[in-house]
């Protein structure tokens, strides 16, 4: 990545942070907080655990869609087979493993849980469990561990990494990388305090999550990528 397009990046994505009264995107950081409150595979019906975990006041568009909904088949996992579940989630934020191979195995453990659950209610129509494409997953980690993890989205991603000049432009899905990527970003960004500073004047302390979280980089990203004029 070329250096001087990130700085000028950072730049105006500060400007834009500064003019705004009201963050398009500020209820991801509701959603984090959601989440760090409730998360707790102890709970005695997880499902309803993990229900609550992934709730927010202002829309549902992080895990549903008109056509994509992650969240519904997991809770129907949960349910199904809650011990399988549970150790799937154990594995995915074991943050002593390697993250690509705890991907894989989580993918994986959706793929047999999908099958054995149409084996069980075999008039179902469920064909996908949503996971696939990894934006799911990576909102697991980030919801999770925000200082280490951000929601993932490969067009965005492409497009940042096009406008920065990268080497290697992503041709498909590489969540390893992305999170490189992203936590390198973060360190440009915490170079000048004032971006998460303008970032901060537009959450709210008892709403939204206040500590170090890679959702800026997200955000910065999701600005080169929108933003024709940036230069």
């Given at each position: 990545m070329v250096l001087s397009k990130i700085q000028t990046a950072i730049t105006d994505y500060k400007q834009w942070l500064q003019q705004q009264r009201h963050h398009p995107f500020v209820y991801t950081w509701e959603s984090v907080q959601q989440f760090q409150a409730c998360w707790n595979p102890e709970d005695t019906?997880?499902?309803s655990m993990f229900d609550r975990s992934l709730q927010n006041s202002e829309t549902r568009r992080l895990w549903q869609t008109?056509?994509?909904y992650p969240k519904r088949m997991m809770l129907e996992f949960w349910r199904f087979e809650p011990r399988t579940v549970r150790a799937m989630f154990?594995?995915?934020f074991n943050e002593t493993r390697d993250i690509e191979a705890r991907i894989g195995r989580f993918l994986f453990g959706c793929d047999t849980l999908l099958r054995?659950?149409?084996r069980a209610h075999p008039t179902s129509v469920e064909n996908?469990?949503?996971h696939d494409d990894y934006r799911m997953i990576a909102l697991y980690l980030a919801f999770r561990y925000p200082e280490h993890y951000a929601p993932y989205?490969?067009?965005v991603f492409r497009d940042a990494m096009t406008f920065f000049q990268a080497r290697d432009i992503p041709q498909q899905n590489d969540l390893g990388r992305y999170f490189k990527v992203q936590r390198t970003l973060m360190t440009f960004l915490e170079k000048d305090p004032e971006v998460s500073k303008a970032m901060a004047r537009l959450l709210h302390p008892r709403k939204h999550y206040a500590g170090k979280?890679?959702?800026l980089t997200e955000d910065f990203c999701r600005?080169?990528?929108g933003r024709t004029n940036v230069r």
């Open positions: 019906d997880p499902a008109e056509a994509w154990d594995d995915l054995d659950y149409k996908n469990h949503y989205n490969f067009e979280t890679l959702l600005f080169v990528a």
